[in-house]
């Protein structure tokens, strides 16, 4: 009987076998490393994501009286960072959502320090107009004030609520601080039909 044919295809069979085997193991190995790189790139955009986070402590506001009606036109965001890190504040935004539309606030380039003045009367509101400006609580470093890189500081983001985003009495805004990088904060402002003091803290957010 002649085995030539056999051997043949066996050795084919074997080569066919080695092949697959081959084209298996780099599948199956390339198949590792894109979980891999992919495990790896969910890490760093998980710890990206926490140590860019900016928490919301406190807001409070402040009323005004306008044509007769009282509203909260000015706000004070309380802000720390959940773990010490480089954050650019001029990478930051405000986005302010009412029942009148959705308005977007980018960085006025102005941080200054809290002084003795209350917190409502401070002279940093005067960079407030179209655009959120900083009192800075702590900066030891004055990398917020000289560089606006936040580093473990603590601030007070003031915004002035422009018409139509000024808060009267049962209305409600959704004021969301949206780094470049990172995980959203948001809290939602509501007003009571009553409140007797000119300034209303909201509580905790």
């Known amino acids: 009987m002649n085995n030539c044919g056999t ?6 069979t074997l080569l066919s076998f080695f092949l697959m085997a081959g084209v298996s193991s780099s599948v199956m190995f390339q198949v590792t490393d894109d979980l891999s790189s992919d495990a790896k ?5 998980i710890v990206d994501e926490i140590t860019t986070y900016l928490k919301i402590d406190d807001v409070i506001g402040k009323y005004y009286i306008d044509n007769g009606v009282r509203r ?12 010490k890190n480089t954050v650019n504040i001029s990478d930051l935004t405000i ?6 539309g959705v308005l977007l606030l980018g960085y006025s380039g102005h941080a200054e320090e809290y002084n003795s003045q209350t917190v409502f009367e401070h002279q940093v509101w005067d960079t407030a107009d179209n655009a959120f400006s900083l009192i800075v ?3 030891t470093d004055r990398s917020l004030v000289d ?11 003031a915004i002035k609520l422009p018409d139509g985003f000024a808060i009267a009495e049962n209305r409600d805004v959704t004021i ?3 780094p470049a990088n990172g995980i959203v904060s948001s809290v939602v402002l509501e007003v009571p039909s009553f409140h007797s003091s000119d300034i209303i803290s909201f509580g905790d957010v």
């Open 7 to 12: 051997t043949g295809t066996t050795t084919i």
């Open 137 to 139: 609580v702590t900066d």
């Open 147 to 157: 560089h606006n890189i936040m580093n473990g500081d603590v601030i007070f983001i």
């Open 176 to 178: 969301s601080v949206i």
């Open 41 to 45: 790139q969910m890490a760093n955009d």
């Open 95 to 100: 986005k302010i959502c009412s029942n009148d």
């Open 72 to 83: 909260v036109e000015r706000i004070v965001i309380l802000v720390r960072q959940f773990i």
